[in-house]
Every structure is written in C-alpha cells, then in structure tokens.
C-alpha cells in the first residue's frame, strides 16, 4: 500500500529550501582543529578560506566540538562543566571568523560537531566523566564503552541527547551558519553498547519486562538501538528547522550497512524519511580500485530521486602524514562523476596546501 505523508507549512518550507540551497554540487572539505593551524589564528583562516574559493570549492565544514569541548564560546558548555570553551581559543571565536570570510567570499560554512556523542579520547578520568558518571555507555561486562580510544556517553540516554541538542541550537540561533552536521559520531554510538541501568530499563518496558541479548549485534537488539538513534536525528533536524528552516542538516556516517553494526547509523533511513539535506557517507578507501567497490554499493543504497542530496566522503590526507596521489584523488572524482554523484568532501583541508593543483575548474 502506498503511503501517503502530510507535511507541515514550516516542515514543507525547509525542505524547499534546502533544496534549493544544494541545488548547486557540494564541493567542500572539512577543516578541523587536529593536524591543522588554520582555527589557530584570523590570518590563517582567511588565508584558507582563500585558497577553498580558489580550489573551486563552495562548502566548507568547520570542527566546532572536539574533544568534550567547543571551539566557539558556549554559554551550554559553561552551564554544564564551568568552561566557556576549548582553552587553545580562548579571546576567539574561530567559528565567527571562518564564517565572516566564507561568506565574504561565496562559500557555505557548517558547524561541523565532530565529538558528537563521544566526551574523550584516550582519557579515562575526564571532567565529563567526573561530572556526569550516570551518562556514560556502558558494554556487557558493564565497563566503560569505548571504541578506538574513543569514550562514549549512552547516546539513549536523554541527557546527554540534550546536551548536544542544546549545543546545535546555540550555533543555529547565535550564528548565520549555512548548515550543521554530525559524522559517524552524531547520532551514534558504538553497537556494542546499551548494557547501562537506563536503556536496559527502557528496554525492558518496551519488551515485556525482558533483558535483551548479551550478544550486543543480535540484529533485532541492534536494529532497537539504531530505531532510538533515529528518532534523536529526526528531532534535531526538526528543531534546527524550527529556528532557521534554511540551516541545511547534513549527516557524515561511515559507510553502510557497516555504519549500523558498528555504530547504530540507519543513515539510508533518515534519507528516505525526509530528515538529511544531505549525506556525506565516508567512502575512505587507499586505491581506485577499493573505491569503487563501496561506490558501487552507495549507487544501490541511494535511490535515483534522493541522488542529489548524497555526496561521496573521500580521504584526501590523514595527520599521520597519508597524502592521497593527485591520480588517485582524480581518478575517484572521474568514479563519481561517472556513477552520477556531482560533487565530493575532501578530508581534510590540508591535502589542499599539501597539492600543487586544483580538482575543479574555476
């Protein structure tokens, strides 16, 4: 049976907007504050800002929460752990900046939430932990939920779901950003988690009073977790259109269904159910060839009418010192073209001063 959707005048607004706001290709990179100086300083940022515009790039996604703080001064983070802001950027707001010379050149700039769900890395005795012990995930044995050094809040868990919520509201309503975006850590969590006292309580009131399985993947107990997560997605994209319907909500998860084992991201969901301007889906591959295997896989994923809002993820760089070959990254710009997706993301920035030549005419 067909279904048939009724869409509010303000929901139906920010659709076409956002729309029309991405109607031209995304070409952009992400910029962020970890193997890179160009948050550290107003002259570094115009600097880069330039040498985007002149790359041929239109977007441009800027780290504004990394490490269990923001780059940007937040009234949220002070209320929550009596710190205005990241302490490298301390009398700056890098945000404000990037955006004033982005704008002042043509480009959208996005708050880029990087952290997401995650508070720390490498850091088993952080001020979030201290504060707010009752948050964390939690895995079977009951330990602390972490994932490649990463350590996770439970993401089903309202607080810290208002937390981030919160601070997105702060970015949309304090500043004229062209979009906000969460990667493979917002909205996710790492699937091995949901073992602590609250969602294991929830569960049980949605299940009959059972426990759900100890095997964390069991696809039913997976797929419950992931639902959770969606229905966080669908509410913050609802309320950033609420204050600007022409904030664009964009989504960079890892590539599925990888993204959903591992971290709870039924990204093709919130495609299809209308609450992803667009998806940047993380297609980091070291050859041509392993490239276009997972391109063949989005191209099945992605349907022919949702087409223009997905734009491949592409590894350019890594701060260990990876750089991409000025082949290669042609080679897979020729791949996308080819499987019908217009434009790309670069991560990260630094492949562009680290190359001698453009990827886009001008």
């Known amino acids: 049976m067909a279904s048939v959707f009724f869409y509010s005048p303000l929901l139906l607004k920010s659709i076409l907007i956002a729309q029309s ?24 940022i115009k600097k880069a800002v330039q040498q ?25 983070q002070e209320t929550y752990i009596g710190i205005r ?10 945000l404000r ?23 720390a890395y490498k850091d088993s005795n952080n001020l979030w932990l201290q504060r707010y012990p009752s948050w964390v995930g939690r895995n079977k044995e009951g330990k602390l939920l972490q994932k490649n050094g990463f350590f996770w809040w439970n993401a089903l868990h309202p607080s810290p779901q208002k937390l981030l919520k919160s601070l997105v509201l702060e970015v949309v309503t ?16 790492p699937g091995e988690g949901g073992y602590e006292d609250f969602s294991l309580a929830m569960y049980a009131s949605e299940h009959a009073g059972a426990k759900p399985p100890l095997q964390p993947k069991e696809k039913a107990w997976l797929q419950w977790k992931a639902d959770k997560l969606s229905l966080f997605g669908k509410d913050l994209y609802q309320s950033v259109k609420a204050i600007n319907p022409s904030c664009m909500v964009s989504w960079a998860p890892s590539i599925y269904p990888w993204s959903k084992e591992e971290y709870l991201q039924d990204w093709p969901r919130w495609l299809q159910e209308g609450y992803a ?15 276009g295997k997972v391109l063949r896989q989005l191209e099945q994923q992605v349907p022919d009418s949702l087409r223009q809002k997905v734009y491949p993820g592409i590894l350019t760089s890594l701060g260990d010192g990876y750089q991409a070959s000025e082949k290669l990254i042609n080679e897979i710009i020729q791949l996308n073209r ?7 993301v670069f991560f990260y920035f630094e492949s562009l001063n680290r190359l001698s030549t453009s990827f886009y005419k001008k």
């Open 21 to 44: 706001s991405s109607a031209e290709p995304v070409r952009g990179t992400w910029i962020t504050n970890v193997g890179s100086e160009v948050l550290h300083s107003r002259a570094n």
């Open 338 to 344: 080819a499987s019908g997706f217009h434009g790309e």
């Open 97 to 119: 900046e990037i955006m004033e010379e982005g704008h002042a050149l043509g480009l959208k700039v996005h708050a880029w939430f990087e952290f997401g769900f995650s508070y």
């Open 277 to 291: 301007d667009l998806i940047i889906p993380q297609l980091y591959r070291y050859s041509a060839e392993a490239y």
């Open 52 to 76: 985007c515009h002149d790359n041929g790039l239109n977007h441009i996604f800027v780290v504004v929460w990394n490490g269990g703080y923001t780059l940007y001064p937040s009234s949220v």
């Open 174 to 189: 304090n500043y004229q950003v062209d979009g906000i975006q969460g990667d493979d850590r917002l909205p996710a969590m």
């Open 85 to 94: 802001q990241h302490p490298d950027f301390l009398g700056r707001d890098p």
